[in-house]
Structure formats: C-alpha cells, structure tokens
C-alpha cells in the first residue's frame, strides 16, 4: 500500500501537532532545567565530605537510574490514590509527567556534574584557599564554570534525550506529539503517515535546539578565540592613565616586634609517613628565606602548612605574633582565613583560573574581599601589577594563551593583588623551560629588593644564594642546616652537614 502523500503533508499545518510540540518544550525543557538545578545538588552531596550525605545522594541516583521512566510516570500520574491532597498538582498530566522527568532526569545529570566536579584541577581550589576565598565562593567563582564547560556537550546530549523520553508522558494522555499522533490514527487508520509526520516534527525540534546548544558550546569554548596582545603604543597610552608604577608596602622590621613568621614544632605525617618531624624557624619581616633540598625531604608539605593548605598534626604557626595555625583545628575557621589573607602563594604549577582573563584572574580575589570597595580602583591596580611584571600588553589574554614564564608572572600579580605581608613560592620555576626561568626570577629578586618577606623553595642554587637572607637544607623531614649564604659559600669551620650542603648545591667540585 502506497503512502498517502498529502495526507502526510497536511500534517505539517495543523495547529494540534504545533500546540503539541509546544507542550514537547515546555516539558523538556523544564525537565531539563529542574533536573539540571535538582542533578547538581545531588552531586555536591554525591562528593560531599560527610559519608551519610554523600551515601544518601548515591541512594537516590542508585534507585531513579534503576526505574524505568514508564513505569514511574505511571506510579506517579496514580500516586493521589494513595495520597489525595497531590491531586491538584500530580493529578495533572503534565504535572505528573514533569515530576517523574525531572526525578529520573536529576539522577543521570549528577553523574554528568560529578565528572564534571571532578574534572576540575585540585589545584584550582587550592589557589582558591591561597586567595582565602571561601568554599561556596570558590565553588561559584572557580569551580562552577570550570565543570559547567566540561560537562556542557553531555548536558546538551542529555537534552536531545530528554526531548525525545517526551513522548513516554503519552501513557497518561497528555497530549504531546505522539498521544496527537496516536489519536489521528486511531480515527483515519494512516498509521504509517502520521507515525512519520511525528517522527519528522521531532528531528525538527532536535536539530533547533542542538543547533543553539551548538552555538552555545562554541561561543564558551575559550580556545577558538583569538589572544589580543596590546601594541606599544596602547601600552603606553593604558599606563599613562594608571597613575605610575604600583607601590607595594612590606611590612618594615622593627626592634622588639615579633617575627612575621614562626613555626614551632610543626610535625606533620600522611599516614605512617612522617614528612615534618619537628621544624621550628623563625622569619623575620623584610627576610628572604630559601628552602634547599633533596625531593622528598618535605619542603612542599612545609610551605603548604603554612597558607593552611594542609593540616598540622603538631605544633603551632604564629603571624606577626598572633596564633594563626594550631594543631588538628579546622582550616576554615575566620582566624585562619585572616591568615591566609595576609599570605600570597605562587604554585609551582601556576594555578591560574583558565576560564577568566589575565586581568580577571587578578581582579578575583580583591573583587571577592570587595579591597579596595572601588571596582575601578580595583582594575587599576590589577593592570599596574600586570604592569610590574611586565604584562600590560596581555592582559586580555586567557592563561592558555601565555607561555610557562608569563603564567607564572600572572600568578605572582594575583597574589600581590591581595596586598599580602608574606610571599609564599614553592618551585616557581620547576614547570618552566630553561629559557623562561630568567623572567620569573628576576620577578622575585625585584620583590626582594622592595622588602617582600618571602619564603621560597626552589633548586635553582645560585638563584638561592644570590637573593637569600638564610638558606634552610631541609633533609628527612628535619631543617638540617640554617645558614647565610656567606657561612655555605665560605665557610670558617665547614661540619659535615655543610659539606653535604655544599655538594648539594654544586659548589664542591
């Protein structure tokens, strides 16, 4: 039997396909949406820290991916039997179909945020805590657009889904495109043309929507856009309106204050592992102190206790003669955050936000902590850091589009950006090649120069030597040598642990 053709193209101009193909979007898209809001939720809970939630979101995806969506549109459509007083919301058939969409819809879509979450760099929240942002900021300023951008392209599949699992609601009678369907041929017997018209009006809506979410997907896709470099001219035009060079203001040393920085009997242990074994050092404001050893010996784990990074199982860290750190308290106490405020870190891995600008990812942290008030003021100083450092011209650029060197520059000014009294550098230049280390160096000898306290772990030996007011050998988890670099270089009675500094760093041949 031949298909009947017009009849077929008929299809196409009656208003009760169009009116059911709103209702197609409308419940699709609300599905989507809820189950989108409802899905991230349930995956926060999913990697919560506490076992109960983090099993009771597990539970719910467990149970809502192992019904299927028929049976629970049924289930619920029936479900004011049992309950009456859902009748004026579930009793709708609409109603009833998007609660049991968005309940089986909200399962799948954790799974997608989860991976999502967990895509997202642990770094990127640790430089997150390094700016003292907190966990719902850093959730909402880092990490939510990090993960949202991952897992766009499988939200915008689940979406296509979703559109087509519409037609399922059919089983209540809602009158979507394949109930409509169904009803025209049950009086005219065209199975075959009106099956085919429906199939049609639901590519239809399929390739509308996959064509925006397209659009969408490329319009966030930071690497098709192209990096914007300033010329010489621009640049000189932008810093003359700057005001002059930025000014930092390091804390001055002074008889009779305390150290800047004390830390007394940190231990520190992961698992049966000791790393810290009892460091006590003190740092003075305006001092540089270099970190030496061999890998392992925990220099790391000791730069990382003191911007609170990790937990100490021992001892105590003071700030300008304040407890700031004790023992097995919680990192995200205000005392703690105030700290870490005061602490800027440049990671060994840069760490920068890759979905904000080069200018952005300074502005962050101070725009967060609302210092200065002024978002003008703000931007200001961002591009005089990014000035000091000697990227003005990029400053429109995204991190992918830096060299190692210049993103690690960027992570210098977005730790100066918070006006810190300390400087924390664990490795800067380990990530770069040869011919990039220069340039950050130069960085820190600059800041060196203006009175910075810093604390630095680096192999780079003559770097160490030239810019430190102490170099610490750290070896075994013990500071086995506190020493100028005058007492290693020439030293009047050389012991056998300077010795083995010595041949550490090179300088006995």
Known sequence: MELDWPYFFSLFSMGVFWRACVTVV???SLSWGLGLVLGFLVACARIAESRWISAAAALYVWLFRSVPLLVLVVFVFNLPQIFPASRSIIGEPF???LLAMVLTEAAYMAEIHRGG?????KGQREAGKALAIGRLGAMRLIVIPQAFRIALPTLINEYVTIIKLTSLVSVISLPELLMTGLRLYSQNFLVMETLLAVAVYYVFLVTIFSTLFSWLEKRLDLHTRQPVTLDAAACTALRGGLGGPVALQP?????????ALELRNIHKAYGPHQVLKGIGLQVAAGEVISIIG???SGKTSLIRTINGLEKIDQGEIILFGESYIQANESLDSSRVRKGISRIGMA????NLFPHLTVLDNVCLAPRYHQQPADAPLRRTRALQLLDKVGLLAHHQKYPHQLSGGQQQRVAIARALAMEPDVMLFDEPTSALDPELVGEVLKVIQDLAQEGMTMVIVTHEMDFALAISDRVLFMENGLVQLDATPQQIQQPDAPSATTERVRKFMGLDT
Do not use: I, K, R, W
């Open 294 to 296: 061999p890998s392992g």
């Open 26 to 28: 409308e419940l699709g």
């Open 251 to 259: 804390v001055v040393a002074a008889a009779g204050t305390p150290a």
């Open 117 to 121: 979450l967990l895509s997202v760099a």
């Open 347 to 350: 990671f060994q891995n840069f």
């Open 95 to 97: 109603f009833a179909g």
